[in-house]
Structures are given as structure tokens and as C-alpha cells.
């Protein structure tokens, strides 16, 4: 009881302080109101940004490996690429190989792909279009959600038949009429591909990658009949392997090392050769991406740090007036028996409350930026930021009001009831 009397007590001090002052004490708390804002606003732009990024590049896939040529994020020389470029692109035999012997891959799929392809039916046409040549398990490996029709069959797959999958938006443009285009038929360089499936609409993506809606995907073999794959030389379109893996970092690891093994003994690579196959993780551009905005952050701290500095020594300046003010009320309080800590307390209560309407304001500022339009780009408030927001809001009036809060405590009650 004698807790919840003191904190309502400190509170109506802090709002009859408010109040008394108004002008004051806005001023005063200006600063901290900048710096929560400077610092909240920051790590929203930075995380929403952050998500946006990470949520364009689900395209990869999730818990994915990649058997590849080239590595994701490049090497640390300048002619780097140099070594790369000798190597030979993964193989149809490769794939098959490691479906044949990986005890550890829940799923492998071989891929490859080719940008701005015409796809037309009739009268329609639609330009641009990613068309993906994919073996089974391509729509597990990553993710495609059919939505009417279905995936291919594993005779459509070995046969190399001529069907394929359509996304949202290239169904909409070539069958603007009909509801569900399964079953008829598109044309592909000059081939005709029979409609099984539409792909889910994915929306655009904040990054620009073309999503599967605007994408095609046939059999690898039907493919490879349009296209030229093979070992990598530069005429020819190189093929990728995807491996899907557990959820859990360490059986990622297992089938990472797994494949390395069974990729090296395919290649009949010695043991002093290095590797001529890239394993490719999309973590490793979430990491990139992650030491960026870890960066941004600071900078967002930095920037604040100065707001709040400004805006401790505002709230510093309103206490040790508002001890100056209250110091017979002070001696009267220690007279009719009130502990040291009970005086601390009730600075301190009135320090925080203070400090934290300055930092409601900030966020709320922060909320407002949040409706603001940044075209694809969602910023969001998220709840960490609000409580971090709050918890150094806290910080500073703790800090703030420590001094005229223990200077408070300390005072004679004789020499305080009779101060002017």
C-alpha cells in the first residue's frame, strides 16, 4: 500500500509540476522527445526495411543449399572471379546423383532458368516472363504454391512433356476471361505447353525480383529442348541444385558437409584439390545484409544519444527546481516521520514519469511516420521498438533525477520548513 500511496503521490506532483510550468516544461522535455524519436523511428525504418529485404529474397527459399558455380556474395579479391569461371556448371548426372545418395536431403531438385522470355495464347502475349525449367520437387524446394491445377507428374518430368505451370499474373494476361485456365494451352518459343497448374499470386516484391508471378515453369527436359545446358561453357545456360533441408542449424551443417562429400567424390576430386562447386546458403545474405543494418543502427543511436543527452539534462534542470520549489513541503513530509528513501522515491517516480511522457510523444511521432506511404516499402512499429522505446525513456529519467532526487532525500527538516 505504502508503494502504490507513493507512486500516486510522485505522480500527481509530476503533473501539478507539468501543469505549472507548461511551457517549461515542454521545452524541457523537447529533447527527449527528439532523441526517442531519432533513435525509434531509425530501428523501425531499419527492421521494416530489413523484413521488406528479407521477405523479397524468399524466393531462394527457406532452408535451402545450393549446388552452384558461383558463390552468393561474391569473393574478397578484385579477380575473384577468375577461379570461378573455369568451373563446370552442376549437371542433370550430379543431380541424380546426389538424389541417389544423400541420406540427409529431404528433397533435391535441379532448376535452371531464363529471363525475358515471351509467353503468348491466341491473340494474348505477355513479354518478360522467367521461364524455369524444374525437376520433381521443385515446388517443395521452394515453396510454389499451386493454387488451381496442379504440379507436374513424374512422366511429365521424365518425358519432357511439353506442359507447364503458369504464375498469377501471366494467367490473368493471356486468360483475362477465364477463371481457371487449366487445360488450355500456351505457346513457348513456337512450342505449345498444356496448362496443369496456376501459382498462388505473391504480390511485388519490394526489391524488384521478379516473383513467380510473372514466371513459367516446364520439365527440366522440356527445357533442355529450348535451351542449351550442359558444363558451363558460355554459350550454354547453367543449371542450379537446390537441396532442402532440416529446419534446425545443425542438420543444415550435416547435409552441407554431406554434399560437399558426395559432390567432390562425383567430380573425383584428390584430397589437396579445392572444391570446384560452390554450396550456396541464402543465410549468408541475410549476414551481409544484417552487418548493414547493424551499421544503420548505431548510426540511429548515435544520432539520438545526443537528442537524449540534451533532453537528461532538461529533465534535471525541471527537478532540481521542482526540489527548490517543494523544499518546506520537503521538511514537512521528514518532520511528520517520512524516510529518506520515501523523498528519493518520489523524485525519482516524478523524474520517470516525466522523461516518459517525453518518449510517448516520441513514439507517438514514430506512429505517425508508420502511416506515411513509402510506396512497396511496409514500415511497421513493432513491439520491441515501443518497449525499447519506453525502457530508455525510463533509463534517462532515472538517471536524470538521481541527483536532485538524493539531494532531496539528504535535506534537514528543520533547515527545509523553513525555507522561503
Not at 225 to 249: A, C, M, P, V
Not at 269 to 284: G, I
Request: a positive charge.
Amino acid at each position: 500500500m505504502l508503494t502504490i500511496r507513493l507512486i500516486l503521490e510522485s505522480l500527481g506532483f509530476a503533473w501539478r509540476a507539468l501543469r505549472s510550468n507548461l511551457l517549461r516544461t515542454i521545452l524541457s522535455l523537447l529533447g527527449v522527445t527528439i532523441g526517442i524519436f531519432s533513435i525509434i523511428a531509425v530501428l523501425t525504418l531499419v527492421d521494416s526495411l530489413e523484413k521488406n529485404i528479407r521477405d523479397s529474397l524468399n524466393f531462394l527459399g527457406s532452408n535451402v543449399i545450393y549446388v552452384d558455380k558461383w558463390p552468393f556474395t561474391g569473393g574478397n579479391s578484385r579477380d575473384w572471379w577468375k577461379d570461378y569461371i573455369k568451373r563446370p556448371n552442376p549437371s542433370y548426372n550430379e543431380y541424380r546423383f546426389l538424389k541417389a545418395n544423400l541420406k540427409n536431403g529431404q528433397t533435391v531438385s535441379i532448376y535452371a532458368s531464363t529471363g525475358e522470355v515471351t509467353v503468348k495464347s491466341k491473340n494474348n502475349g505477355i513479354n518478360r516472363i522467367r521461364l524455369n525449367g524444374a525437376s520433381l520437387d521443385y515446388e517443395k524446394v521452394f515453396e510454389v504454391n499451386v493454387d488451381q491445377g496442379r504440379y507436374f507428374t513424374i512422366d511429365e518430368v521424365e518425358g519432357g512433356r511439353n506442359v507447364v505451370v503458369l504464375g498469377y499474373e501471366v494467367a490473368k494476361a493471356l486468360f483475362p476471361k477465364i477463371d481457371n485456365p487449366v487445360g488450355n494451352y500456351v505457346k513457348i518459343k513456337n512450342l505449345r505447353f498444356s496448362i496443369v497448374g496456376i501459382v498462388k499470386k505473391e504480390g511485388e516484391s519490394f526489391m524488384g525480383f521478379t516473383s513467380n508471378d510473372y514466371s513459367c515453369i516446364i520439365p527440366y527436359d522440356a527445357y533442355r529442348k529450348l535451351y542449351q545446358t550442359g558444363s558451363g561453357r558460355w554459350n550454354e545456360i547453367g543449371s542450379h541444385i537446390g537441396l532442402k533441408g532440416f529446419e534446425s542449424d545443425i542438420g543444415l551443417v550435416e547435409l552441407e558437409n554431406e554434399v560437399r562429400g558426395a559432390m567432390r567424390v562425383r567430380r573425383g576430386l584428390k584430397p589437396s584439390q579445392k572444391d570446384n562447386f560452390e554450396l550456396n546458403r541464402p543465410e549468408a545474405i541475410g549476414k551481409a545484409i544484417s552487418g548493414l543494418f547493424d551499421v544503420l543502427g548505431v548510426a540511429g543511436w548515435i544520432i539520438g544519444g545526443f537528442s537524449m543527452l540534451v533532453g537528461g539534462f532538461g529533465i534535471a534542470n525541471i527537478m532540481f527546481v521542482s526540489v527548490k520549489e517543494r523544499t518546506s513541503i520537503i521538511g514537512l513530509q521528514k518532520s511528520l516521520g517520512a524516510k529518506n528513501y520515501f523523498i528519493l522515491f518520489q523524485f525519482l517516480f516524478e523524474s520517470i514519469f516525466l522523461s516518459l511522457i517525453g518518449g510517448l510523444a516520441g513514439l507517438f511521432l514514430v506512429w505517425l511516420l508508420t502511416l506515411v506511404p513509402f510506396g512497396s516499402l511496409a514500415v511497421v512499429l513493432s513491439v520491441k521498438n515501443i518497449v525499447l522505446g519506453l525502457g530508455v525513456s525510463s533509463v534517462i529519467g532515472l538517471v536524470a533525477g538521481i541527483v536532485p532526487a538524493a539531494m532531496a532525500a539528504r535535506l534537514d527538516p528543520v533547515i527545509a520548513i523553513r525555507a522561503n
